[in-house]
C-alpha cells in the first residue's frame, strides 16, 4: 500500500476569500504597499532637503497637489491601522512574567497606545504644530 | 550548528516594524498637514535643515528611514507570495536591494546637509 498524502488545493490568488479572518490579514498586509511607498517619498524627501531651499519649497508644492493629498490621506489610514494591530499583537508576541504571573494582556497593548500618544503629541509639539 | 541569515533579515524588520507603528503616523500627519497647505513650523526649511545638520538629528532621521524601508521591504515580499507571486528569490532580490540602495541615498543626503 502506498502512502497518499493528503494534498488540499490552495487557489493562489484568491485563498484569501475564504474566511474573514484570512481578509482581516490581508487588509493589514496591504498596509505595507502604502507605507513602503510613502517611505520613498521620505528618502525624496531628504534628497530635496539637502538640495537647497529653493528645492524644498518646490518638494512642500508638490506635496500640495490633489494625488499627494489623497496619496497622503490613504497612508495616513495605513499607518494608523498598522500601528494599532502591532500594538494589539504585542500582547501576543511578548508576554510578559512577574514572579509566578503573566501581566494581563490589556496592560503591555495599553502601554504601547498611551507611550504612542506620549511620543506622537511631543513629535508635534516639537514641530510647531501647537 | 545550522547556520540562518534569518536573524540579519529579522532584527531590522521588527526593530522597524516598531519603528514604524510609533513614528510613521505621526510623520504622516505632519506632511498631511503641509499637504493641506497647513505647513507646520518644524517643516520650514531653517528649521528642518537645522534639524537634519545635527549630528543626533541625522542619527533619528536616518534610523527612522533605513528601518522602516527594511522593514516595508520584507513585508512587501510576504504580500506579494500572499497575493500570488511566487517568484520568492526575484521579488526578494528586488525589495531588499531597493531598501539597501534606499539606506544608503539617504544616508548620503543627510551627511550632504
Redesign the interface.
Known sequence: MSRRPLVREVP??TW?FRHPRYLRY?SR??T??F??A??????V???R??AG?AA??GF?AA??SPA??VF??L??VA??Y??AT??NATQKAMPLQIGEDFVPGNVISGA?YA??VV??VV??L????F | MAKSHKPVVWFPFAAGGTVIAFCIPVIVLLTFLAALGHVPAGLGYEKLHAFAGNGLGKLILFGVVALSLWSSAHRLRCTCFDFGLRADTLVATVLYLAAIIGSIASALFLLRI
Open positions: 493562489p490568488t484569501y490581508m498586509e496591504i505595507s504597499i507605507i513602503g510613502y517611505c520613498v517619498l521620505l528618502v524627501g531628504l534628497q532637503l539637502s531651499p524644498w519649497e512642500l506635496l500640495r499627494s493629498v497622503q490621506f497612508c495616513l499607518a494608523v498598522h500601528a502591532w500594538f504601547h507611550a504612542w511620543l506622537s513629535v508635534l516639537l514641530a510647531g504644530v
